[in-house]
Each structure stands twice: as structure tokens, then as C-alpha cells.
């Protein structure tokens, strides 16, 4: 009887142990719980809708005194976006975003992890930046990390998700990209500030020039000045534009594509869907000033790494 016992649980054991890694596996990716019922499209779309949902966003604020407060309350809210992902210098990147953005009055950093998990380094990063945040993750599919392919859609997708779902009318706000790799002048967040619609300057070191930049008469933008594809509707980067919250409120359907876009046209892509050329708010002193570079820092030499004997402690780099 004992041996029959033994033997049926042996048999089932592993049985069990691959179910538990399989429910594991599927929670660490996303959360959905299957509808009954539902038919496999509406299914599909719940399970895209609630990958783009964090399990729980994890939010921070510094100090800040009551005079502070009451002198700024005024001003609408700048909401930055970071995507970022784990590399050796990632910590080095969100110090150099920090620093900046520390020093700019009612800013929220909306940091997006493209992980599975938030991780200890960014975690603990924020706790102590010294800046108002939520942190968020979601991992992209491993179909689309390939050359060639767009980057950080899928985050900055959910944050986007986020502000539709944590904000109101009533809450004055503009919305910006702000990716991690790039040097951001304070003076930047003082011209984006009275974004009423989709505001734009120019941006340092992309479009295969020193700058790319639209080009503005009568306080309009009629064209752009730029080295890669002048057919782009909208021929800017990614920290070339800020979006009033409120224009991001009344678009809920507008996101980043991934279907359809081409390399390099997430922006422009991204715009269509919310204004008109004609609309656009040229800032910078009529887009003449560069106040944020796409800097990107080197990859770090790592050849003499020590593949075994490691250092007798660990440091956080
Ligand atoms: N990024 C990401 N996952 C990736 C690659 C990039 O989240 O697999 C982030 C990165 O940290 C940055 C933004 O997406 O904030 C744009 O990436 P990158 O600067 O590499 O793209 P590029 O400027 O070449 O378009
Ligand atoms: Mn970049």
C-alpha cells in the first residue's frame, strides 16, 4: 500500500512542480486572469490592455515646505517620461536625469522600466533621487528587440496608461519624453511649461546633424531643417516635443504604433495623432536654441572584467 502511495506521488511531482513554474513564469510576465466566455478577440485585446498595467506603480515624493508649495501650486505639472532598461550605465544615466530634474519645481518623473520586474537598482535609485515619482515596468516582447525596430514603445505606452487613468481635467499638466541618454538644460522645462496644445524646438545631435530643428516663421512651424528623412511629417526626435495633459486626456486612443510604424517614425507617428504642423507652439526663442542633446553615453570597456574571481565585495555600479 505504502509503495503504491510512493510510487503515485513520485509520478505526480513533477507534474505539479511544472505547473507551479508555468503559474509563476506567467505571473512574473503580466496579470490577466482569462474571462470565460469572452470571445479570443476581446480576450486578446483585455490581456494587451492589462499587460500595459503595472501590478502596482510604486510612487515617491521629496520634501517640500508649505511656502514652497503655495508659491508653485500654480504652475501646471511637468510629467517626464523615462523609459530605461538594465546596462552598466544605467545609474550613471538616471544620475545625470536627476540631477537635472530635481532642480525643476512641480515635476513628476514617470520612470518605466523595460523589465519584468522593478528592479533593486532603480527601486532604490528613486527612493533616493530626491524627485516626485512613479515607477513602472513592463518588459518588451523579445520579438521586438531586434535592430531596426522601435524602442521603449510598450513603455512609454503604459505611462501613458497611467496618466489617462491617475488624471483628471482638473489636474494641469504637460507631458514630455525623456529618454535617458539624454544632457537636459533647466531652461528646457521653462519653455515646455506653458505647453497649451504640442509645443517643439529643436534637439541637439540627432537627424545625422549638430541639430535638428523646425524651421519657424511668423511663429509658425513651415518646415523642418534636419539630415534624415525631411519627408517625416513631423521631423523631430522624441525630446523634441512636450503634449499638454489634457491633450493627452482628450486622444485616449493615441499611443505609440508598433504596427505600421517605420524605424525613426515613432514621433511623427505619435503626433499625427494628436495635432496639426500649423498647431504646433515653437519654443526656444522661435526654435533658435538647443537645450536638450541626445548626448548617449559611450558603452563602457568592460574587456578586463574578471570572468570568475570577482572583487571581495559587491558594488552597486
Ligand atoms: N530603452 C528601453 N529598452 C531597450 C532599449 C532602450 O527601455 O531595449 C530605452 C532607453 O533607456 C531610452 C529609450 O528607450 O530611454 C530610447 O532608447 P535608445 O536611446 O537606445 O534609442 P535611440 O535613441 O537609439 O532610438
Ligand atoms: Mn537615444
Redo the contacts with the bound molecule.
Sequence with gaps: MKSVLLSRFLILLPWVLIVIIMIDIDIKRTIWIPVAGRSSRALQQQQQQQQLQPRVARTGAPRVTQSQNQNQSALPVIYAI????TRPV?KA?LTRLAQAFRQVARFHWIV???STTRTDLVSRFLARSGVSFTHLHVY?PRRY?RAGM???TE?RNLALTWLRQHRTKKDPGVVFFA???NTYSLELFEEMRSTRGVSIWPVGFVGGRAYERPVVSGGKVVGWYTGWRPDRSFATD?AGFAVNLQVILANPRALFKRRGSQP?MQESDFLKQITKVTDLEPKASNCTRVLVW?T?TEKPHLTNEPSHRKDTIVIEV
Design positions: 523615462t523609459p530605461t532598461y544605467q544615466e518605466v522600466e523595460d518588451t528587440k522601435p524602442r521603449a513603455q529618454d535617458d541618454d522624441m525613426g541626445h548617449r
